[in-house]
């Protein structure tokens, strides 16, 4: 009878310490992947690309001085390197943002980011003024909410929620028919911050920010986030996606073949 | 010789009924669109106004599609060079159709994805009767919401 006593306390107490971390468990749960950029100190801080057009510079001035109130990183907006915005192409160590008519594609942003060993190593974002030239969509409110979204991707957030017609959680990173809400889903919330946190608490041996890619085989610096149109077709994808064959026409008969080995997330 | 017949009837039967079961299925079973035209077909059949529309780029898909314009919408076909590769593409996307690989799109409404054989479909919208359509066109979608 008087060994059960110590076990009750400890049962008491260890049940008590998950209570006193449940709220930093269940707040963040949103980490993309585990898609993080490497770097061996915090806060650091990742360069947006401007290469936006002026509609978009309070925007994306926003975006990064919301993203900045993160502890673990900042971000500032520096002079784009991308070239033409149409294909948006990015810049190793950093984050490309740039706006266009992309056509009525269906999305309003895009973001994304390249991988090597779970580390980003480059990304952009692309808004799409097919429909934000539209009096449905330029609006402050979609505005601050799709960039946001689409900065926070390239940070290593996913979304909170992707259902539109539901309530709004006051986050940039979930989905709704009405950014003013209320809540506003304009800014990140705490949740956000809460995951950059679990996301940068720990640090690496090396970093990715600021870095240029080196070029490896079969790579190119200015291939999509798929690698796939200037890859040529994707003829063969196995082991669930993690090795592809691209084959590329050159024309008289010769191809290239461009073979793949994807990098895990979370590595 | 009793049992005997009986077995020999039975396997009689159970052939012809295998054979029935398969020519009726063959016949009946609704076939599935394998190109644009016949996605645009599918459409039209379904007594949907489509037309074709302008060719589309999606940053994160290999090849190049085009639309159809229905019911105030697009329905975005694209047509990869065989099976494997339409099937290797479509494993790239998330169950929710908001990531296709490392690409984390924000769509202007509920994605849906279908494929068969070579064709890879992507809607964006929530048109009850496109939807219907597609699903007749194409089978229940793979991805989206």
Known sequence: MSSMFPRRVLTVFLVSLVLAALPSITWASHSWGGYHW??????FTLKLGHNVSSAWDAYLGDASTDWSVSPELDTTVVAGGAGNVRRCRPTGGRVEVCSATYGNTGWLGVAGIWISGGHIVQG??????????????????WRHLVMCQEVGHALGLDHQDTTFDNANLGTCMDYTSSPYG???NEHPNQHDYDQLSLIYQHLDGTTTVGQTVSR??????????????QWGKLIRSTNGGRTEVFELDLGGGNKTLTFVIWANAGE | MHRRRIALVGFVVLAVGSAACG????????QHATDYASVLDHLRA???????????EQPFLAVTGRMIQVRGGDVQVFSYSDPAAAAAQAARISADGATVGTANIHWIGPPHFYRHGVILVVYVGDDAQVLRALESALGPQFAGR
Do not use: I
């Open chain 2, 23 to 30: 020519g009726l299925s063959a016949s009946n079973r609704p």
């Open chain 1, 124 to 141: 952009y974002v692309k808004v799409n003024d097919t429909y934000f030239n539209t009096a449905d969509y330029d609006t402050p409110g």
């Open chain 1, 182 to 184: 209320p809540p506003s």
């Open chain 1, 38 to 43: 490497a770097r061996t100190s915090n806060p």
């Open chain 1, 216 to 229: 490896a085989a079969g790579q190119r610096e200015d291939r999509s986030p798929v690698g796939t149109a």
């Open chain 2, 46 to 56: 379904a007594g949907l106004s489509a037309e074709p529309g302008e060719e589309v």
